[in-house]
């Protein structure tokens, strides 16, 4: 389990500049890359609190 949570580390490293660097322009890469960063902390969590027992929900 924690090398699959440490790969999902490593391939959203890789991913959310990948998506960002398809815009057009500077502000929009900024725009895209802080939203891609937000679902990936969502889903990062989400995932940590559903499919690895050491996070428990109060």
């Known amino acids: 389990m924690q090398k699959l949570l440490v790969f999902s580390i490593l391939l959203a490293s890789f991913v959310i500049p990948l998506v960002a660097s398809r815009a057009s ?8 890359a802080i939203i891609a960063s937000s679902a990936v902390c969502v889903l990062y969590l989400l995932g940590l609190m559903f499919f690895y027992e050491g996070v428990k929900l109060k």
């Not at 322009?25 to 895209?32: D, E, I, P, Q, S």
Request: glycine content about 0%.
């Open 25 to 32: 322009t500077t502000k929009l890469a900024v725009r895209n």
